[in-house]
């Protein structure tokens, strides 16, 4: 028989220094694209196809099997993952070219068919953006901190994101376009101060912090939510990719969050995740089903992650990319330094609500500079609200909704339309 054991986890999110997490994820949220954004900061890799049959593994707690993942030192492997996105939002593949952080911040970017003032096609911010939406297979590979690879597979093309030590190459078949960057000084596994922050002859080098990584990061992320507001049991064993996995089901009990569940499987190995699943609360298909078809544990041989742009590929440096569109980049606030004021977090676990004074005020004036296309695409998500803060706007996926009034407030989170004008109440 599978085991079923449950229990209730209890603990405070996590915090680094004195700012909650929750603050420092906030201002991720608050820009006219938020939604597109967070979306696309939800995506990683997807849900695997599990063989018939459940294995016989024995019974182990919810506390056990955190712990499990929690030691889990898996720095090898390779594989090839699915991933199932539908949070209800139109196709992201026409935003490519706003770029930006995770948060959509409209820096314009070189999208899918390449930018005419010095955007590459194979720039990773707007590449990765396809991720939000649709099904995708990618081929992945790891070997530590500093040694990635993510391959976006299409019918006739393949776009590869590689770092080898400190260097980040992106490339796009279908367009024979490079993108070169440095990592970050500060990311894992480079070598901290030895060229500072400005990379090599003091330039600044512009490269993603972190690349598209297995469902580990997500499991680890919805683990962070576990505490009174959450329940987290054992549900079954499953067989994923190959491999005997047990389920760890992630449940929010607060009403007015759009997470309905969140289910982890768990290899019995080596407590790797190799499949997570969010349910959205209205019901229907998975919002984000990601997770391994293939993989494997073993040593990726080292020339996986070399790479040399092929004869005749245009090769776009980040620093020129950055370059191309500056003249544009400051039409967007990026965080909420950029915004002038500080987030305000209302509420508490999964129906947190976050709040920000954009200092915009009368109708439409929050998205008065955003490009046509992002504006056409925030349109079609929107429903007018009224309530004691006054009248606005929300913008709805299946998972992340934000609110937008008329004075340029701006209320984002994980909840429902009714949750979010409640807040909006509140806060006035």
Do not use: C
């Amino acid at each position: 028989m599978a085991p079923n054991d449950s229990a209730q986890i209890t603990g405070e999110t996590g915090e680094t220094g004195d700012v909650p997490a929750g603050r420092r994820r906030a201002a991720r949220y608050v820009v006219p694209v938020a939604v597109a954004g967070i979306a696309a900061a939800t995506i990683g890799l997807v849900p695997a196809l599990a063989a018939s049959g459940d294995p016989d593994l024995p019974k182990i707690s919810a506390e056990k099997l955190i712990e499990k993942i929690a030691a889990s030192d898996t720095e090898q492997l390779s594989g090839t993952v699915k991933i199932t996105t539908d949070l209800g939002i139109p196709s992201l593949g026409s935003l490519g070219d706003l770029g930006g952080s995770a948060a959509g911040a409209l820096a314009p970017k070189g999208g899918a068919d390449g930018d005419k003032d010095g955007g590459s096609a194979a720039e990773p911010t707007g590449r990765l953006m396809e991720l939000a939406t649709g099904e995708h297979t990618l081929r992945v590979a790891a070997d530590g901190p500093d040694k990635q690879r993510v391959s976006i597979l299409d019918s006739a093309a393949e776009y590869s994101l590689i770092r080898n030590g400190d260097e980040v190459w992106a490339y796009d078949s279908a367009s024979n376009e490079a993108y070169h960057a440095k990592a970050p000084a500060d990311a894992k596994g480079s070598e901290k101060g030895e060229k500072g922050e400005k990379g090599e002859k003091g330039k600044d080098q512009v490269a993603p912090k972190d690349l598209p990584a297995t469902p580990q990061d997500f499991a680890k992320e919805a683990l962070k939510a576990a505490g009174d507001t959450t329940s987290v049991t054992v549900d079954g064993t499953a067989r994923i990719a190959g491999r005997d996995a047990y389920q760890l089901l992630i449940k929010p009990k607060q009403d007015g969050s759009t997470v309905g569940s969140v289910k982890v499987a768990v290899d019995s190995e080596t407590g790797t995740p190799l499949k997570f699943t969010l349910q959205p609360s209205s019901g229907g298909k998975a919002a984000i089903d990601v997770g391994f078809t293939k993989v494997d544990f073993s040593k990726p041989a080292a020339s996986t992650f070399d790479f040399s742009p092929p004869k005749g590929a245009k090769v776009t440096e980040a620093d020129e990319s950055k370059a191309a569109g500056k003249d544009q980049a400051h039409k967007a606030p990026k965080d909420a330094k950029d915004l002038g004021t500080e987030p305000n977090v209302i509420g508490e676990g999964w129906t947190t609500v976050v709040q920000l004074d954009t200092g915009a005020k009368g109708p439409g004036a929050v998205s008065k500079d955003m490009p046509a296309q992002a504006e056409q695409f925030m349109n079609a998500l929107g429903d007018k609200v009224d309530g004691k803060f006054g009248s606005g706007t929300v913008f709805k996926t299946r998972l992340v909704n934000a609110l937008m009034t008329d004075d340029g407030k701006v209320f984002v989170g994980a909840v429902t339309k009714d949750a979010l004008v409640k807040a909006a109440n509140e806060a006035k």
